[in-house]
């Protein structure tokens, strides 16, 4: 990437993310207290040793302990309850409010329900209202947080200062940690590029808008830590849009956009697009649905002077014999690149846009019984694409997978693919397809002179068998082996023909979850160990 | 009035609640309203917001005691209305701290790839994408089971490991989240539409 590019993405990112801290992000409420404890699976926050709560207006309140429920924007002060504004006082033994209404309850234990409002005029007496009185029965050793302050702002997030993660191992106290509870789905896009780890850290946010800082990890090449920035403005289910720039320590600055937005019950258009190793790639795309019908226009365009563009209709399934179900899809578009796409030939420059139009169908039979207490299904989907210049490609690929449950704890699966394609050039594969001079090399750096049979025709075959150990809700194993017998496959070129992933997934803690993931290839190009560690942690 | 008959189910009967505040002989609850302490029982030792189990006698008179969460189940809404000398107007909550197993079934499209792992991405981990990955019961069924505290809400959206394979409904939107509350024996069964990747 130039600097000049990434100077303005940083600049754009930048902008984005001002956005909302200077316009929305304001806390409706504060809650401060010896101790403040959040938990996470029910959004509840509880403040006890000198608990007060300070509310818009000037307002103030306080008690031995104050229970605030982030789903319902409730809350409860339990003993020597007070509410103040200026220098009207009302005192009780528990008192509850909402974040976002005027209605006060106040609680005597001689008397009962007394209500009034922020304004705390007279209390007129009512019948109590349990609902209102909830205080959440908490082990405090199972916070997700633990802070001393805490600023709200309803229905986005909770910033805990300082915070600390009692039951997360490894989590570092932080003297400031924005937790987001927004359930606009944007909030789940992510414009950085894939990491081995990734620990967001939210700077501030609204309902409709976060930005976050991420400590990465990537596992190369070339390994090390990385820093991300990214910026992300949602609304609801309905639009969203990313923006992020990534540096890694080692290695070039990228940046990356996403953005989506359902225009009506019928059409939606979403657009991407990324800037790495100063290559860049942006695409555009318009779907749109008739009942389980559907189609999608695309257009793509990147670096070199290379664009594509896609027209694609496609059927619902249709109904065949036995619940077996069958889709086609038609497409019609182009690909095109400055200078040439067949650059063998040498008027490569008259082929620049090459146009296309494609056939697939996709065959599916439903979950069906076997014997011995086996489940089978089975898919087969052939596609032909024919090109303007003399040229077509076919591929054909079926699949099948067979489930036995030996019990409710331990499955075993497996899945048998193969995979046919062939490229076709009439009267010239020759030409397309030539015998490489000098020989391919493996990565070990052996010649393969078997690579002089390929001449566009390949196959993959893959055979996995996985069994999968559940003892219980907390701990889940599963062993998966996969064969994989392919042409083009050679030591280190192609997949190995032998890998093995181990997966675990367990909760060690109550609210502590981990899931570990490691696979091994056998002697293949100089690979053993494959360094996909997968690690989540969930509260 | 206070029915003798309910009086007598309630007694000797211990219960966990969380106590809003304690003076002279009275106790208010949680979820609840306000009982009258036992002879001899006292406030000392009770701490607003912290949970204690209390044994409510015949008369419905309540004595305090140490928690035991073996021993004491019960919740403040199975506090005999009867035993309040305040009583709440409506049923009080259930209680919270009970851990309960919510089962989610999820049947995918049969264009999944076949050896693909299937994941819950949830609000609770700001919807990381891969937070959580599905056990396989059947071609295309997946299944996982998870401890939710009883009344928690959870929001939830299918993946196949990244934002970029998340679920998308039959017109190829993005879905609202699907929502399961803590509760036992609940089951939620979703289908997956299509694809975010696939078309």
């Known amino acids: 990437m130039t600097g000049r590019r990434a100077v303005a993405a940083l600049a754009a990112v930048a902008g984005l993310a001002g956005l909302p801290a200077t316009a929305w992000a304001r806390p409706s409420a504060g809650l401060d207290g010896g101790t403040i404890l959040f938990f996470a699976d029910t959004l509840a926050l509880v403040a006890r040793n000198g608990a007060t709560l300070r509310l818009d207006g000037g307002i103030r309140a306080g008690a031995d302990a104050i229970a605030v429920d982030l789903k319902t924007d409730r809350v409860v002060l339990a003993g020597h309850a007070f509410i103040q504004r200026g220098s009207l006082r009302a005192d009780a033994d528990a008192i509850a409010l909402d974040l976002d209404d005027q209605r006060i309850d106040l609680l005597d234990l001689a008397s009962g329900d007394h209500r009034t409002t922020r304004a705390l005029g007279e209390a007129v007496q009512a019948p109590i209202d349990p609902a209102r009185f909830a205080f959440p029965d908490v082990v405090d050793r199972y916070a997700y947080i633990r802070a001393k302050h805490a600023a709200i702002t309803p229905h986005a997030n909770v910033r805990f200062r300082p915070a600390a993660f009692p039951t997360s191992v490894g989590a570092v106290p932080v003297p400031s940690y924005l937790y987001t509870f927004a359930t606009s789905a944007g909030f789940g896009a992510s414009a950085l590029p894939a990491a081995d780890f990734d620990q967001p850290y939210g700077l501030w946010g609204t309902p409709y808008a976060l930005t976050t800082v991420h400590g990465r990890w990537i596992d190369g090449p070339p390994a090390g830590p990385d820093i991300g920035l990214q910026e992300q403005l949602a609304n609801g289910d309905v639009e969203y849009a990313t923006a992020a720039v990534d540096q890694p320590l080692r290695g070039q600055m990228s940046t990356g956009f996403d953005a989506y937005r359902r225009m009506s019950p019928i059409y939606t258009i979403s657009a991407q697009g990324t800037d790495a190793l100063g290559i860049w790639a942006a695409q555009t795309s318009l779907g749109a649905a008739f009942g389980q019908a559907g189609g999608r226009v695309t257009l793509v365009a990147g670096s070199f002077g290379t664009s594509s563009f896609d027209t694609s209709l496609r059927t619902p399934d249709l109904p065949l014999v036995g619940g077996t179900t069958l889709r086609l899809t038609g497409d019609v578009g182009y690909d095109a690149r400055r200078g040439g796409l067949l650059t063998v030939l040498p008027d490569a420059a008259h082929y620049a846009t090459v146009w296309r139009h494609s056939l697939d169908a996709f065959l599916a039979t439903p979950v069906v019984r076997a014997p011995l207490g086996t489940r089978l299904s089975a898919t087969l989907e052939g596609t032909r694409t024919w090109y303007a210049f003399p040229h077509r490609y076919d591929q054909l690929t079926g699949t099948v997978t067979a489930s036995k449950q030996f019990s409710r704890a331990f499955t075993m699966l497996g899945t048998y693919q193969n995979a046919w394609s062939a490229e076709v050039y009439p009267y010239a594969q020759a030409l397309f397809y030539p015998p490489p001079n000098p020989p391919l090399l493996a990565p070990d750096g052996t010649p393969w002179y078997g690579y002089d049979a390929f001449a566009g025709v390949a196959v993959a075959r893959s055979t996995t068998v996985t069994a999968q150990l559940t003892p219980n809700v907390n701990t889940s194993a599963q062993l998966a082996v996969t064969r994989s017998d392919d042409f083009l496959q050679f030591d280190g070129i192609g997949p190995p023909p032998w890998t093995v992933t181990g997966t675990l997934r367990m909760r060690p803690f109550p609210n502590f979850g981990i899931q570990l993931s490691r696979s091994y290839a056998f002697d293949w190009g100089g690979v053993r160990w494959v360094p996909r560690w997968s690690i989540s942690i969930t509260p | ?199």
């Open chain 2, 1 to 199: 009035m206070t029915h003798p008959l309910l009086i007598a189910a309630a007694a000797a009967s211990l219960f966990r609640v969380v106590p809003l505040a304690c003076s002279d002989d009275r106790l208010a609850i949680a979820g609840g309203g306000v009982v009258r302490l036992a002879a001899g029982a006292s406030c000392a030792g009770i701490v607003p917001g912290k949970a204690i189990a209390i044994e409510l006698d015949a008369d419905g008179r309540a004595t305090p005691r140490a928690l035991d969460p073996a021993a004491h189940p019960a919740s403040a809404a199975d506090v005999p209305k009867a035993a309040y000398v305040l009583a709440p107007v409506a049923p009080a909550d259930a209680d919270t701290a009970d851990q309960v197993v919510v089962t989610i079934d999820v049947f995918v499209p049969p264009r999944t790839p076949a050896t693909d792992d299937i994941y819950l991405s949830t609000d609770r981990s700001d919807w990381n994408p891969a937070e959580i990955r599905m056990d396989r019961v059947d071609p295309r069924h997946y299944r996982l089971g998870i401890p939710l505290r009883r009344g928690a809400r959870l929001a939830f959206r299918v993946t196949r490991g990244s934002f970029g394979t998340t679920e998308r409904d039959a017109a190829r939107a993005l879905p609202p989240a699907h929502v399961v509350i803590g509760a036992p024996n609940v089951d939620v069964r979703v289908t997956v539409a299509a694809w975010a990747d696939i078309d």
